[in-house]
């Protein structure tokens, strides 16, 4: 008899222990409560405050690009309306005298024009005699434009003193930093490009 009840009393003892060792195991690890719910919580606590900190810092470093992208595009409006024609006007002449002949409708891509603003402006620059159009030889459908040589007399005149204008409003950055910058800002520009809601044309 004894041995009966001190069998029994053992096997409560088990019991218990291991009645105390489930709960605890449930409370360690159960998402509904329990230090491991409280670890958890910081988790995530702490990345959604790492993502609210990386968005401000984008947020500061777009602000801060879009002003100084205003005042640098200042040297280049002023230096264009000097000479006496608009920034697109001028931006036109500009591609045409760096890159030579192009079909017209590369230019309004490289200056993210319409292309009814496109044809405005090289039927504007045209009536003045600065640029012609040219059929591809190749392509009937493909329209150049390209200076003509009194264009190029007066970009050989201008694109100097435009030149020295935007070297000027650069003056901030040393040579090393203009290097780092041109980096970044192809990689921030080739990752923005993928990630852009526009339609390819």
Request: charged letters at 25%; hydrophobic letters at 40%.
């Amino acid at each position: 008899m004894f041995f009966f009840n001190f069998l029994t009393y053992c096997m409560d003892i088990y019991w218990f222990a291991a009645q105390v060792t489930r709960a605890f195991r449930m409370r360690l690890f159960n998402p509904a409560g329990g230090p491991h719910e409280e670890l958890k919580k910081k988790g995530e606590r702490c990345m959604i405050q790492s993502y609210e900190r990386d968005t401000q810092l984008t947020l500061h470093l777009y602000r801060v690009f879009a002003k100084s992208f205003k005042s640098i595009n200042e040297h280049a409006v002023i230096g264009s309306k000097i000479e006496g024609f608009n920034p697109t006007a001028f931006a036109v002449m500009e591609v045409l005298y760096y890159k030579g002949p192009q079909p017209i409708q590369q230019i309004g891509a490289k200056l993210l024009l319409q292309s009814g603003n496109v044809t405005y402006v090289i039927d504007k620059l045209e009536e003045r005699g600065y640029l012609q159009r040219k059929p591809c030889p190749t392509d009937r459908r493909v329209i150049f434009a390209e200076l003509t040589p009194e264009g190029e007399r007066l970009m050989n005149d201008m694109y100097p003193k435009y030149s020295e204008r935007i070297h000027l409003a650069f003056s901030g950055l040393n040579d090393e930093e203009k290097e780092q910058m041109i980096v970044l800002l192809k990689k921030m520009g080739l990752q923005a490009e993928k990630l852009s809601p526009l339609p390819r044309k």
